[in-house]
């Protein structure tokens, strides 16, 4: 008897221990992580995302980016962030974000009312998944329960961020489930988080070779693109155009409509809907929201999983912009 109960009891040890081994770092991430060391998170990062939102539209999706960015380049980890150092070259100035990402002071506010909040408790990196979930709901799109309890890195890489981990504007339809899939992201997850471009705005040297070069466009659409977008490289490379034409300020699945149209402003965009394996999600999404905002949630709540630092690694920097 007794022999059979210390049997059982070292059964029952493995596998608690198979269990704790195969969890994922995820499994240390609550959606309750601050909800005593620091219950006001929510309210405060809110008030100050929605004053940058109710100033400018677009700041909203500049934000969620700003989370896509920083958890494809080794995790959900707040390196983005970091500015250059004499020890390390940050992700900022790498080829996917340099002049593009923005929201930075937007962060520095969140961080300075939150440190005022519960000073050294919450990171930076879990103000940019809250910052990211609270601008699609300002803008109109679905609400879900943020998972926290990440660290922040104490280095950032250049090089990563230059490595091709972010897909470009450019990719085919192969590179981009490809380069979802190495983090762990489905094709469905992938056309999901792309719906995020119903929101923000892109630069006409991203989507110039798009409205010039291609065939799978509307030709209205393409010239009225035109008209603010000239052929020459280097003429009016900033200027702006919406990513979803026809609602570019609401949070809602008129980008997948879009894409039935032939208006999708990135090569990237139009390539999920060009006769291949994602065309049948994209007219799910176009006439199913409920279904959209299901999926986007879910693969939001996915990404935000991607290698966290928790438990004693990395830092609760007390500036974003560097490490303590």
């Known amino acids: 008897m007794a022999a059979s109960s210390s049997l059982s009891i070292v059964v029952m040890f493995v596998l608690v221990l198979l269990i704790i081994m195969g969890s994922s770092t995820s499994a240390h991430l609550s959606t309750n992580f601050y909800s005593k060391s620091c219950p006001k998170v929510f309210s405060t990062v809110e008030s100050v995302v929605q004053s940058a939102v109710s100033k400018e539209r677009r700041m909203g999706a500049s934000l969620v980016r700003l989370f896509f960015h920083d958890c494809f380049v080794n995790g959900c980890d707040g390196s983005i962030l970091l500015d250059d150092t004499s020890s390390f070259r940050g992700e900022k100035t790498a080829g996917p974000n340099n002049n593009s990402l923005r929201g930075f002071n937007v962060v520095d506010e969140i961080k300075a009312k939150v440190e005022k909040v519960c000073p050294g408790v919450v990171s930076c990196a879990d103000i940019l998944a809250i910052a990211a979930r609270d601008s699609v709901v300002i803008l109109g799109g679905p609400d879900w329960d943020v998972k926290l309890g990440r660290r922040d890195s104490k280095t950032a890489s250049f090089s990563a961020a230059n490595s091709g981990v972010i897909p470009p504007p450019s990719s085919t339809l192969s590179q981009l489930i490809n380069r979802f899939q190495a983090r762990g992201l489905s094709a469905k997850d992938m056309v999901a988080l792309s719906g995020a471009h119903t929101i923000g705005k892109a630069r006409c040297l991203i989507f110039r070779d798009r409205i010039y070069n291609e065939t799978n466009i509307d030709s209205s659409f393409a010239k009225a693109r035109r008209s603010s977008c000239p052929r020459t490289s280097g003429s009016g490379d900033n200027n702006l155009a919406p990513l979803d034409v026809g609602t570019p300020n609401s949070f809602d699945s008129k980008y997948f409509q879009n894409l039935l149209n032939k208006k999708g402003l990135l090569h990237s965009d139009q390539i999920l809907f060009n006769g291949g394996s994602t065309d049948s999600l994209v007219k799910t999404y176009s006439s199913n929201i409920k279904t959209f905002y299901s999926d986007f ?15 004693s690694s990395g830092e609760i920097r007390k500036n974003c912009r560097r490490p303590n």
């Open 297 to 311: 949630v879910t693969a939001m709540i996915k990404m935000g999983d991607i290698t966290p630092l928790t438990g």
